[in-house]
């Protein structure tokens, strides 16, 4: 059965038949072992039955033997008595009486006897006398007549009171007697008769006969001499039938067993002797010889049960539980066996349907794929097509027309990307880039996408980096930039007022915020949130009433000003401020950063019951939401996806009506604490992104914002240009006078920027009127004297104020010009605020431009390489026209007079000797004659020219051999090789870098090669 | 129209273009060559692309239509329109231009045929946007407005 069950693959068909079979044979050779239990139990019990039969058989038959041979050995002592007193002639001793006495008192002697009698030899001469001395006449024993006339007779004369019947009756007349009255005499031994039935009583008996002789007799006298000698005979009858049943009733069990005594002298045909019913010799007979002291004849007892044997119950239900047993131990076996061949063909089926699942869904994957690939083609032929079309002249029906085609097909590339990237995504096939990249860049970037639709619906959009986030960091900016993209696109979508609130931290910081203060998600009493500071002018309570970006409840808190102050506490703790050089001392060795990037907004926020099937494709708050919103809502089960490719994960926090707030973390690399961000700016055109002014560093500006954490973000894009920022939040007497005092007669502050909302809708715009009285009334307390005497006007203060800027989201041309009329002269700043924008607003207000400041070494460098370059003359030669103006514009930026030509030919007629430039700027590549070959035929020419001056010949001013750079776009070893060995003596970079060309030029001018 | 609309929309734009990878650095390089003694300077080079641009597609649309295609003619033609694009700094359009030159170096007709279709509408792309740009930069100057790359004060 084990073997069965460690058997394992291979064919099912066979495997079937396999263990039936086996259960089968099992089932036979239980079959066996019950059976062989059953023979083996019921012979044992057969043996035990013949055993028992055999004890009882032979306890018996020797009893009887015994008591057999008791009562002839008495009636042979009886025997040698009458012998003697025969022979000492004294029989007369014996009459009946006395006979009978001594008979009936030794009875007990011969307890199988019924009685014993003597009778006497009477020949027939002899007859008369005999007749006459006892009275009576010898009669027939069974018709108990008078006797014929016989050779001899033998009539009992003496009887036992039990037989004594027997008295007068020739012994001779019975034919069984005669035998054995003859065999006797001639024997001198005793003899037995067959059994018959006896007289009087009818019993079955035999009877036994012992000769008296009348003389001496030696032990080997003839026969002839005993039947001489012979006087009389000793007869005594066994009443088998009675005494035997008397005698074998006394044994226990008696009626168990039926016992035969038989007489089978004659063998063939066995005399019944005792025994009511006829026992043939069987097997289930038990045979036992008895010995009855007559040589002459054989007995034998037979016994056998009188029932058969009961059926051997033991034995059947034995052997039968055997096999039952057998039959369900297999049974169970082979059930279980078939149940596991089931269970493992099932298993087997599926997993082959798994495999084919798993293939069907790569297959779909890959398709989608591939389509999505096919179609993104010819749809940007599409595309550029309507690209064209539109920019032909077209009237304005057909311009809407193409607008919307365009429309459409960028929505159709759009859903086709985002299908792309599931389907890469689910077939496992997307890996993420690991480049260097701005964060600050992509998010500014993604602002500036979604500017548009903010500005128009006045939501207000800000992003907020946390100082601590490295500005380079490695991964994917493409991946990052698509995450925000669906968060922010999805955000905009839903809201109508509000916020839009972008946020980057650490997400240690974040931890540890979150561990200290008592977050408690949405629960919190909102009347904490509320702003009624002292010293805070009223609000509008309205809209105002949560201390978030804009005013607006959000459905997660942590970007509440509560959160945010904290937040900002611990990033100031470990923060470094006094580190410019670009360099990043992150305090942990660690080389990942752990981000968390939240997208909060104050839209419609996702109804409870879907929020669960937020991340799934395709899935969409309800059927209504695309109608109304529309999209796909495949975005957010990318970005999520996305997520957790850099190892984060994305979470919201939803509450219909009032927002939500998607968060997510994501890892990332930080670049080596050596590598310098100036240098990937330059080398690395991932980046792609200019460098931020640096004309900022060092001003001093005043954000005026009632609300903290919008004022935050100010501050962090205003940081970011360099500048050192002060926050006024609240509009109290004090905090105006100091800003006033800060901004004018404090002096350094060198510009104000003031929110249009600060404290409720347009309020920002009157800050100014304000600003000038609070300074005015500040300046006439300190310095009583001077503001009389002088009598402080609006206009002086005004103008003596730092440049005001104004922020908002939107503005109408009413507002426009109710900001001017207030003094808001200088500049608006329309939100999102970005760096780029905000550096360009900052330069228009302040009349500072970037290229003052911007890395005095860059304005050396170009210094140096006007003073080597200024009045030089320089022969440009390209065949490209855009190359060769471009060449000149640059060279003649650094005071060279510069002529062009646009073939090699043509710079072999310029340079010509004598001629009186000073280098030459060679395009390798160009038609015709390249210049290389140029090159060869100018180096000729010199060497001849040179000759002919070392022939005396001497020209008032020429070089010997004109520097030739060899400008070139593969920027590569064999180019070089190439260009010294054809004559040139370097070469430039094109396009023209500064650094490059200088080190190329200044190693011929400086080193006063001309 | 307002200047600080007008530069914000400037801005934008060269954003944009420098986010799509349709400009590089050596655009900012020809920005600061402009200044008072060369104020047209931009506006000469471009249109300067412009023409050339244009030549150079014309010639390639004949050669790449005859039968059999002379591929050193196209490498040559090819090699001259990248050479411009990159001197203008028209990124896009020079990456183009590598591919194509591997597609002629290989005689590859299909791949030529379809990079000269590329490479037109890169051209197309990039031009518009300039024509743009140069459209806001005259509408700034008009008005009295600083270019911001230029040295104004």
């Given at each position: 059965m084990n073997a069965q069950m460690a058997g394992g693959g291979g064919d099912s068909l066979w495997f079937e038949h396999w263990h039936t079979k086996l259960f089968i044979l099992w089932v036979f050779f239980m079959a066996l072992v019950s059976l062989s239990v059953y023979l083996q139990m019921n012979a044992e019990m057969l043996v035990r039955r013949r055993d028992t039969l055999k004890t009882m058989c032979e306890g018996r038959a020797r009893m009887l033997e015994n008591q057999f041979l008791a009562s002839m050995n008495h009636v042979r002592a009886l025997t040698a008595l009458f012998t003697t007193l025969h022979i000492s002639k004294q029989i007369a001793m014996f009459n009946q009486e006395t006979f009978s006495q001594y008979a009936e008192s030794t009875a007990f002697e011969r307890p199988l006897m019924s009685g014993v009698a003597y009778a006497d030899r009477v020949l027939h001469e002899d007859r008369e006398s005999f007749e006459m001395s006892h009275g009576w006449t010898i009669k027939e024993m069974f018709s108990?007549?008078?006797?014929?006339?016989?050779?001899?007779?033998?009539?009992?004369?003496?009887s036992q009171d039990t037989v004594?019947?027997?008295?007068?009756?020739?012994?001779?007349?019975?034919?069984?007697?005669?035998e054995n009255i003859l065999r006797a005499r001639a024997s001198g031994k005793g003899a037995l008769t067959n059994p018959f039935r006896l007289l009087e009583s009818k019993h079955l008996g035999v009877v036994f006969t012992f000769a008296v002789y009348s003389i001496h007799l030696p032990p080997d006298a003839t026969p002839d001499e005993?039947?001489?000698?012979?006087a009389g005979y000793l007869g005594g009858a066994f009443d088998v039938e009675t005494l035997v049943e008397n005698l074998l009733h006394g044994f226990p069990g008696s009626e168990m067993i039926a016992v035969n005594v038989y007489d089978i002298t004659n063998e063939l045909c066995p005399l019944v002797m005792y025994g009511h019913t006829n026992v043939s010799k069987s097997e289930n007979t038990y045979v036992s010889s008895l010995d009855f002291g007559d040589p002459q004849r054989k007995h034998e007892m037979r016994c056998r049960y009188n029932e058969d044997a009961l059926p051997p119950w033991t034995a059947i239900s034995t052997s039968v539980g055997i096999f039952v047993i057998g039959f369900l131990v297999g049974h169970m076996l082979h059930a279980s066996r078939n149940r596991i061949d089931k269970v493992e063909e099932n298993c087997r089926m599926f997993k082959e349907l798994k495999v084919l699942a798993d293939e069907a869904s790569v297959a779909k994957s890959q398709f989608l794929a591939t389509v999505s690939h096919e179609i993104r083609t010819p749809m940007n032929g599409v595309l550029g097509m309507l690209q064209m079309l539109m920019d032909t002249r077209l009237d304005a029906t057909q311009q809407d027309y193409a607008r919307t085609a365009q429309a459409s097909g960028k929505a159709l590339i759009t859903l086709i990307n985002e299908v792309l990237d599931q389907a890469k995504i689910e077939s496992g096939r997307l890996e993420l880039e690991a480049v260097p990249f701005d964060l600050c860049a992509i998010l500014d970037d993604v602002l500036s996408l979604f500017s548009g639709k903010s500005r128009d619906e006045g939501i207000e959009l800000a992003v907020y980096i946390s100082e601590k986030v490295p500005s380079i960091l490695i991964g994917d900016p493409g991946r990052f930039r698509q995450i925000i993209i669906n968060l922010v696109g999805n955000s905009i979508k839903f809201t109508e007022r509000g916020h839009i609130f972008v946020c980057v931290h650490l997400s240690e910081d974040m931890e540890m915020v979150m561990e200290g203060s008592d977050y408690s998600g949405d629960d919190d009493d909102y009347s904490d949130w509320e702003v009624d500071g002292p010293g805070c002018v009223p609000l509008d309570m309205k809209c105002n009433q949560f201390n978030t970006l804009s005013g607006y409840e959000t459905a997660d808190d942590r970007n509440s000003w509560e959160t945010f102050e904290l937040l900002l506490a611990q990033e100031q703790h470990s923060y470094n401020p006094d580190h410019d050089d670009h360099h990043w001392n992150f305090s942990d060795g660690n080389d990942v950063v752990n981000l968390v990037v939240s997208v909060e907004d104050t839209g419609v926020g996702i109804p409870l019951h879907v929020q669960e099937r937020v991340f799934t494709p395709f899935m969409q708050a309800d059927s209504s939401t695309s109608r109304t919103y529309g999209g796909t809502g495949i975005g957010l089960s990318i970005s999520k996806c996305l997520v957790e490719l850099m190892s984060g994960k994305m979470r919201f926090v939803s509450r219909p009506k009032i927002g939500s707030t998607f968060t997510f973390t994501a890892k990332f690399q930080q670049m080596h604490n050596s590598v310098h961000e100036s240098m990937l700016r330059n080398t690395n055109s991932v980046l792609q992104v200019r460098l931020l002014p640096t004309c900022f560093q060092g001003m001093q500006a005043l954000v005026v914002d009632g609300r903290p954490v919008r004022s935050e973000v100010t501050r962090h894009h205003l940081r970011r240009l360099g500048v050192q920022v002060m926050l006024i939040l609240s509009l109290s007497q004090s905090e105006c006078s100091a800003a006033a005092f800060h901004s004018t007669v404090g002096g350094g502050i060198d510009m104000i920027l003031?929110?249009?909302?600060?404290?409720?809708?347009?309020?920002?715009?009157?800050?100014?009127?304000?600003?000038?009285?609070?300074?005015?009334?500040?300046?006439?307390?300190?310095?009583?004297?001077?503001?009389?005497?002088?009598g402080l006007s609006h206009g002086f203060i005004a103008a003596r104020l730092p440049k005001m800027m104004l922020v908002a989201t939107s503005m109408t041309d009413n507002e426009h010009k109710l900001a001017r009329e207030n003094g808001f002269t200088d500049s608006v700043v329309i939100k999102p605020l970005r760096a780029s924008m905000l550096s360009a607003c900052l330069q228009q207000a302040l009349g500072v431009w970037n290229r003052r400041d911007q890395g005095r070494e860059l304005r050396e460098g170009s210094r140096s390489l006007h003073k080597l370059l200024s009045g030089k003359r320089v022969l440009v030669v390209d065949d490209n026209p855009v190359n060769r103006?471009?060449?000149?514009?640059?060279?003649l930026k650094y005071g060279a007079q510069v002529e062009c030509v646009n073939s090699g030919r043509a710079a072999i007629v310029k340079l010509k000797p004598p001629h009186n430039f000073d280098a030459c700027f060679m395009d390798v590549q160009m038609p015709e004659m390249d210049g290389f070959e140029a090159t060869e035929i100018i180096r000729k020419a010199e060497m001849e020219a040179s000759e002919c001056m070392s022939g005396g010949i001497l020209t008032k001013y020429h070089p010997v051999r004109i520097p030739i750079l060899a400008m070139t776009a593969d920027v590569i070893q064999a180019t070089q090789a190439e260009c010294l060995l054809c004559g040139m003596d370097g070469y430039v970079a094109k396009p023209f870098e500064e650094q490059q060309l200088y080190n190329a030029v200044a190693h011929f001018f400086e080193a006063g090669y001309v | 129209m307002d200047v600080a609309k007008l530069l914000q929309q400037h801005v934008d734009l060269m954003d944009d273009m420098f986010k799509e990878g349709l400009l590089d650095e050596q655009f900012n390089q020809l920005q600061q060559l402009q200044d008072e003694s060369n104020p047209n300077f931009l506006e000469e080079v471009v249109s300067l692309f412009f023409e050339d641009s244009q030549r150079i597609l014309e010639n390639m649309t004949e050669t790449i239509g005859k039968d059999p295609i002379d591929y050193k003619v196209i490498d040559s033609q090819v090699h001259q329109f990248k050479g411009s694009s990159s001197s203008i700094g028209a990124q896009r359009v020079k990456n183009v231009c590598v591919t194509f030159?591997?597609?002629c170096d290989k005689e590859d007709k299909k791949g030529c045929q379809d990079a000269l279709e590329e490479v037109g509408e890169e051209y197309n792309l990039i031009?518009?946007?300039?024509?743009?740009?140069?459209?806001?930069?005259?509408?700034?100057?008009?008005?009295?407005?600083?270019?911001?790359?230029?040295?104004?004060?």
């Open positions: 108990k007549e008078k006797q014929q006339v016989f050779e001899e007779y033998a009539p009992a004369t003496m004594s019947y027997l008295t007068s009756l020739d012994m001779m007349s019975g034919q069984e007697d005669r005993r039947v001489k000698a012979t003031v929110d249009k909302d600060a404290w409720g809708a347009g309020t920002g715009i009157r800050f100014p009127h304000m600003l000038c009285q609070s300074a005015s009334e500040h300046l006439r307390q300190r310095n009583k004297y001077f503001a009389s005497s002088v103006r471009v060449a000149e514009g640059a060279l | 030159r591997t597609y031009k518009k946007k300039l024509e743009t740009m140069l459209e806001l930069e005259k509408q700034i100057v008009a008005i009295g407005g600083t270019l911001p790359f230029m040295e104004g004060c």
